[in-house]
């Protein structure tokens, strides 16, 4: 018919306190305006039709809040009622769910008992979006599968893999953050930017107005370079010459629209044109580098840090990368206005830049387990690299708890993670009562 019948059901504490956590701002704006949200996700991640949304529902829980600062600076609470009327305007029934106790609100299993109502409901629903990260909720998917429904969970929380592999597609922190702030998200941020088979694809950006000059500054930079050069070219030791020149321009406009430095080379169209991750060259005056694969060596990690990767899917680093990561999170947060998109795409392409072929998606992990370790990037004053190290370490620990690591194990997991063998993390800012379960 040209539509997906589409069911939405959202776990408003869950998904408001998960995102609150990462970027206090996308939180408050997904909250006050989900109707513009909710048109992007007509279209996200869709194979055929748009989404028709036949039921909206907001399951919140009207006395539920977080800690806050308002305009002063003064700390303050910021309860969800506040976002009923929003949500009503944007076309959602809102279900009224307090607390049942200490840490549940009820949310879920309302969910599980309507979401398995609509199954034999008529019309036939043929898509159920979950907005949720709490894993209690994969029988439902199960159910869902053996009644041959798609399905796909929205949640900025790292939910656990069990839930997330029954799903037909899944919306994640970034995803999320990208979808509320008006980017697209089906994308794969983490593919070889600087492949030649992807930089033909990547050159639809448009360059600002106010940046035309710089942009000519930078084609003349890069064309120099390559006509010039004798050999391959090591793109880290291009894009760092072009920053030192340019860097307010580049910082403010992400290499002029095109989100990457191999991107914005791209959109030059250099003839014969050749480039991998570290290197560029032209195909017809130079032989081809050795080293083109882009990827990190496949390390050996000791025992302990083997099974995190196998739990957690911890990013399989080598051991002296980490520090380097947290270094580069914490320039952008003494450097930037936060925003967590564009502090990973930022970090990411520094990195990079630097000659660490590090994925967007290994620096998300560590930002996302620094915020739930108890130091958010956003803090003011910024956080340091070693309170990034602790918080990113502590949170890796805690998630597993239940493997029974014993002392000696731990000990080797933060030091291979760059910590320190005894947990020194500044406490936790209390954001929040804790609806997460």
Not at 217 to 233: D, G, I, Q
Request: aromatic share 10%; proline share 7%.
């Amino acid at each position: 018919m040209g539509y997906v019948r589409t069911a939405l059901y959202l776990d408003f504490d869950n998904v408001f306190i998960g995102l609150f956590k990462l970027d206090p701002e996308v939180a408050i704006r997904f909250a006050r305006d989900p109707g513009t949200w909710l048109r992007h996700l007509s279209t996200a991640l869709t194979d055929d039709a748009e989404r028709r949304w036949l039921i909206l529902r907001c399951y919140l829980n009207p006395s539920g809040w977080v800690g806050h600062r308002d305009p002063s600076g003064e700390p303050t609470r910021l309860f969800f009622s506040k976002f009923r009327t929003s949500f009503v305007r944007a076309g959602f029934e809102v279900i009224d769910c307090p607390r049942y106790n200490a840490t549940k609100n009820g949310a879920d299993i309302r969910i599980v008992v309507d979401a398995v109502d609509a199954l034999s409901a008529d019309p036939c629903y043929e898509e159920f979006v979950i907005a949720s990260g709490d894993s209690d909720m994969t029988p439902l998917l199960q159910r869902l599968r053996r009644a041959d429904r798609r399905t796909m969970i929205v949640s900025p929380a790292d939910t656990a893999e069990a839930f997330t592999s029954i799903a037909d597609r899944t919306l994640g922190n970034q995803g999320l953050l990208a979808l509320i702030q008006g980017e697209p998200v089906d994308v794969d941020d983490d593919a070889d930017d600087a492949a030649a088979s992807a930089f033909g694809d990547a050159v639809g950006g448009v360059v600002p107005v106010d940046q035309k000059n710089a942009y000519e500054s930078f084609r003349s930079m890069v064309v120099t370079e390559y006509e010039n050069a004798s050999e391959p070219l090591n793109m880290a030791t291009v894009a760092q010459q072009v920053r030192d020149e340019l860097d307010d321009a580049i910082s403010r406009t992400r290499w002029f629209g095109f989100g990457s430095f191999a991107r914005a080379v791209g959109s030059l169209r250099l003839p014969d044109l050749q480039m991998s991750q570290h290197r560029m060259w032209d195909q017809s005056r130079h032989a081809p580098p050795e080293d083109t694969g882009a990827a990190p060596p496949r390390i050996t990690l000791p025992e302990p840090v083997e099974r995190m990767v196998d739990l957690l899917n911890l990013p399989r680093l080598p051991q002296e990368w980490w520090p380097l990561i947290y270094q580069t999170l914490s320039d952008y947060a003494r450097t930037n206005e936060f925003n967590l998109t564009e502090c990973t795409r930022w970090s990411r392409d520094r990195l990079r830049e630097q000659g660490f072929p590090i994925s967007r998606g290994s620096v998300t992990f560590v930002a996302q387990g620094t915020s739930y370790g108890g130091c958010p990037l956003y803090r003011q004053p910024p956080p340091t690299p070693a309170e990034i190290g602790m918080a990113f370490t502590k949170n890796v620990v805690g998630r597993a708890d239940d493997e029974g690591l014993s002392d000696d194990e731990i000990t080797t997991v933060r030091a291979w993670l760059g910590a320190p063998a005894k947990d020194e993390t500044p406490p936790e800012d209390q954001a929040s009562q804790d609806a997460l379960g």
